[in-house]
């Protein structure tokens, strides 16, 4: 028989979230969509983003043509992904909301090893603190034992979709 502390670790975890999840929860969308999933999810802690990266990634064709690499921001904005996903699936559990997950800062941004096509990027979050709407995170990109990039990063979620008009 579980005890209390074991069922709410329990309900609190789930082991993947697949692509179609994340854009339920996320509103990027190709070719701004930086993950094809989420896993080892502990609700309002952590979680691990997943991106495999093929040779057609449309930013591979110029940074740079004769060695592309990923570039460094968007690992950041992979981690970020990662870490927007974990907060809407903490607080809505899958539910249908209309929040956004804004960046508000990035900190102490290293890249330590560059990211190349056929590479499967694993990027680990882990909640620093939340007050209110606020979350700060640590991210770190693994592309499998090895460190490419780690970063302190705080994003708002704003409770309202703010809808550019064309014209």
């Known amino acids: 028989?579980?005890?209390?502390?074991?069922?709410?670790?329990?309900?609190?975890?789930?082991?993947?979230?697949?692509?179609?999840?994340?854009?339920?929860?996320?509103?990027?969308?190709?070719?701004?969509?930086?993950?094809?999933?989420?896993?080892?999810?502990?609700?309002?802690?952590?979680?691990?983003?997943?991106?495999?990266?093929?040779?057609?990634?449309?930013?591979?064709?110029?940074?740079?043509?004769?060695?592309?690499?990923?570039?460094?921001v968007l690992i950041i904005e992979a981690m970020a992904q990662t870490a927007a996903t974990l907060v809407v699936d903490s607080l809505y559990n899958g539910r249908q909301h209309n929040d956004l997950v804004y960046f508000m800062a990035i900190e102490k941004a290293h890249f330590r090893k560059p990211v190349l096509p056929g590479d499967t990027l694993l990027l680990k979050v882990k909640k620093d603190r939340q007050r209110g709407n606020v979350w700060r995170f640590h991210g770190k990109a693994y592309v499998g034992e090895a460190l490419c990039a780690d970063a302190l990063f705080t994003a708002m979620l704003a409770p309202e979709v703010h809808t550019v008009k064309g014209g």
Do not use: W
């Open 1 to 72: 028989m579980m005890d209390g502390n074991t069922e709410k670790k329990h309900a609190a975890t789930r082991s993947e979230i697949d692509l179609e999840g994340i854009k339920m929860r996320i509103p990027h969308r190709d070719p701004m969509l930086l993950l094809d999933s989420v896993i080892d999810v502990i609700q309002g802690t952590s979680c691990t983003g997943i991106k495999h990266l093929t040779a057609q990634e449309p930013y591979f064709a110029g940074h740079f043509p004769q060695r592309p690499i990923m570039p460094g």
